[in-house]
């Protein structure tokens, strides 16, 4: 039984020793890593090979990688690391490690080319200054071969432990069955759409209604397909909180506890919420979870593989049981994991944990991509940035002197950008050469500063710096797919402004995450119009589409729509007299408890205050601006069996989707708005690039966005084949065919 694994991972399992220590030292960009090893070997003779595919194996343990470089001339094997600042502050444990990459990649070579010697050579290139210091060694092949078969050795047992246990989930895999005695209306379909989409490896879109158990209906399909197809992972990705929680639930259904389930599922929750020491910084000399970490680390994975489930709660216990951080040992398990449920970011952000540990270690993965229709505007916030000038003014009052002459500079070019400007919002056909180059500058004196200050990175400081980089590097990209603003606000004399790289259409940077993967499942119970999104997150041609049956009835939902009132902005006043009498009346006549949505905070305390004066008899519960995650049950809470009343929620909020009050604990809805995006410059900037790329600028920046909220909003209602329930739509767009064609087909209007 052969286990296959990259050279670095194998280093990393076997060479990392000391300390957790992220104290921040300013590395290179990836694009400035890759043009490093660029520069490098662009400096070697004609005969120089750049990219040495090379693996060999020991005692069942396949290792393979890419050295970075061969000189045959010289015969010497080089390693080449990118690094920026002193060179004497890399730690040691990290040479450590550079050199049991070496020395693997030296002996692979030695067998590849039957070499008796190599010389291995450590260059580490400083990509500021284009110097290389080297560091070299002479090995025999045979001391090589003993080193690797040392580094396969240690790694061996696990090894054996891990194919074990992929022989064993693979089997598991092909037995398992269905967890309920039938499908339900529509989820045999989904399931069988997802099968075949990750035998094929293809990209399905599904949408699919609530109700009919979409988590369980893809993660089923998948997970039986996972030894047909010899997947390595499974990602589940969602966008919130109650996604993550209904994928471990639906997992302890088809894995039930007590059964020795050869299936390990981990739940990645992010560093705020994992961190066991807020106050503290993530070094061994002010943590005592990262002091020693990597030596009490292999102690932590053997107790950690022992859990089938390791949620947060469970991997904490096994985390503070032997003395170790959290998240950071949640990341070293995201290697060892079968199912990896995960917000979007650990997949498609720019610096993905998930993405980056599929490409390093060839992983083959299926993607399950939960409440899909978030997708587009979470990504879109993952490849925008701003900067502030509020901002640098402030850093700039505490700065250190060395930085006074680049802040002087990044602030003269950034006043003499808006200089001209009219109006309080300008939109700019490029970032201005000059202004890039001073925050470039100032970006470099940052970290030329940091490099020798370790710990002045803090406050202020910190923020501008990495929001700094963010903008530097989203205009690296800046293309037709991107906005660039301007936002003056007036401080007495003076003018400041905030500039904006807004990411409108994603499509560039999703799309080669998807296609990365082995197969894709989007899946939401609003996907439609099939093109918006398939446009916009940059789907292959060849994507699958289904709309799953849904399993409710038309009887089950009484669909009201209000014409006769109208939610439009200049109509506000006037509509909350007949709101407030509609949801006083269906009370009366059917008392029980009720959402009603609204498009903002002011409209809806407007709608409770008059409601409250008129019919003080009813129980209100109202949405608050930042509810935390215990308020927000709270919320939920008020919501029982026998209760009765009015919840007020904010439309495409935390309660207008992946909340589940089945039966008497919600009865129906009031949605008094259309869910349009508010009217102002920026949406109607994003409306003419819209039309300029896709033809439809109204229907892409409004329309589509808002009624899918609305249609996720109502989703809340029947959550079951025994609910009944009643939805106004207040509105009289309500009543225009081109919205109603992009409500569900099962509703039934009245």
């Not at 008129?614 to 509810?627: A, L, T």
Request: charged share 20%; hydrophobic share 40%.
């Amino acid at each position: 039984m052969t286990y296959r694994i990259a050279v670095r991972a194998l280093c990393e399992f076997t060479a990392k020793a000391g300390d957790l220590d992220l104290r921040f030292t300013p590395s290179p960009t990836a694009q400035q890593g890759i043009a490093g090893h660029r520069t490098v070997a662009s400096r070697r003779s004609a005969g120089y090979q750049a990219e040495l595919s090379l693996q060999g194996e020991y005692a069942g343990v396949q290792v393979r990688g890419r050295a970075d470089g061969y000189d045959p001339l010289g015969n010497v094997l080089e390693e080449v690391k990118t690094y920026r600042g002193d060179f004497k502050a890399i730690p040691a444990n990290h040479r450590q490690l550079h050199w049991a990459q070496a020395r693997v990649y030296g002996w692979l070579v030695c067998q590849s080319l039957q070499l008796p010697e190599v010389t291995i050579a450590l260059v580490y290139f400083d990509i500021v200054s284009e110097q290389e210091t080297r560091l070299q060694e002479t090995w025999t092949a045979a001391q090589l071969q003993v080193f690797f078969n040392q580094q396969c050795t240690l790694f061996g047992a696990w090894a054996e432990q891990e194919a074990q246990h992929r022989q064993t989930r693979d089997d598991a895999a092909r037995t398992l069955a269905f967890p309920h005695v039938q499908f339900r209306t529509g989820q045999r379909a989904l399931a069988e759409a997802v099968y075949k989409t990750a035998s094929g490896g293809r990209c399905l879109m599904a949408q699919a209604p609530t109700g009919i158990g979409k988590t369980i209906g893809t993660l089923f399909p998948l997970l039986k397909a996972m030894p047909v197809k010899q997947l390595d992972k499974v990602l589940f990705l969602t966008a919130k909180t109650p996604g993550r929680k209904l994928a471990l639930d639906s997992l302890q259904v088809l894995y039930p506890r007590g059964t020795d389930a050869p299936l390990r599922v981990l739940e990645l929750v992010a560093r705020d919420k994992a961190c066991e020491y807020p106050a503290n910084a993530c070094n061994g000399d002010a943590c005592p979870l990262a002091k020693g970490f990597y030596d009490r680390l292999p102690a932590a994975r053997q107790a950690a593989v022992a859990q089938a489930i390791l949620n947060q709660q469970t991997l904490r216990d096994v985390a503070l049981a032997h003395q170790v951080c959290p998240y950071y040992l949640s990341q070293e398990m995201a290697r060892w994991a079968d199912v990896i449920i995960a917000d979007y970011n650990y997949y498609f952000d720019f610096t993905a944990l998930l993405y980056g540990l599929a490409q390093a270690n060839q992983w083959q993965v299926g993607t399950l991509v939960d409440e899909a229709h978030n997708l587009v505007e979470r990504a879109r916030q993952m490849y925008s940035a701003s900067l502030d000038q509020q901002s640098l003014n402030r850093v700039r009052q505490n700065a250190p002197v060395v930085l006074d002459k680049s802040f002087k500079r990044l602030n003269r070019e950034w006043n003499a950008l808006h200089k001209e400007q009219i109006g309080p919002y300008q939109v700019h056909s490029q970032v201005p050469a000059k202004w890039l180059n001073a925050l470039s500058a100032c970006i470099t004196a940052i970290g030329d500063y940091l490099n020798d200050h370790p710990q002045g990175l803090a406050g202020d400081l910190q923020g501008f710096y990495f929001e700094a980089l963010q903008f530097n590097r989203v205009a690296e990209l800046f293309d037709e797919h991107f906005l660039f603003d301007v936002s003056l606000h007036e401080h007495g004399k003076r003018r400041l402004s905030q500039l904006n790289l807004r990411n409108i259409v994603p499509a560039a940077f999703i799309g080669p995450r998807l296609g990365s993967a082995h197969s894709n499942v989007l899946f939401s119970a609003t996907l439609s119009p099939r093109t918006y999104y398939a446009n916009l997150l940059g789907l292959p041609a060849d994507t699958v589409w289904i709309d799953v049956e849904s399993p409710f009835k038309a009887q089950q939902l009484a669909v009201h729509v209000v014409s006769e009132i109208s939610t439009r902005f200049n109509h506000r006043e006037a509509s909350l007299g007949p709101i407030v009498e509609l949801i006083a009346r269906q009370f009366a006549e059917r008392g029980g408890n009720y959402l009603a949505f609204f498009s903002s905070f002011d409209y809806l305390q407007q709608v409770a205050q008059l409601l409250a004066e008129r019919y003080p008899h009813i129980p209100q519960w109202v949405q608050s601006r930042r509810m935390d995650e215990a308020a927000r049950q709270g919320f939920l809470d008020q919501f029982t069996h026998a209760s009765q009343g009015i919840g007020f929620a904010v439309l495409g909020g935390a309660f207008g989707e992946g909340i589940d009050l089945p039966g008497a604990r919600l009865i129906g809805a009031f949605v008094a708005t259309l869910g349009l995006a508010q009217l102002n410059p920026v949406n109607e900037q994003i409306k003419q690039r819209m039309a300029a790329l896709f033809g439809a600028g109204y229907d892409y920046t409004y329309l589509y966005p808002g009624v899918q909220k609305v249609v996720q909003a109502a989703g809340r209602v029947i959550r079951t084949q025994s609910d009944q329930g009643t939805l106004f739509l207040i509105d009289d767009r309500f009543a225009e065919h081109k919205v109603q064609q992009l409500l569900p087909t099962w509703w039934q209007l009245g």
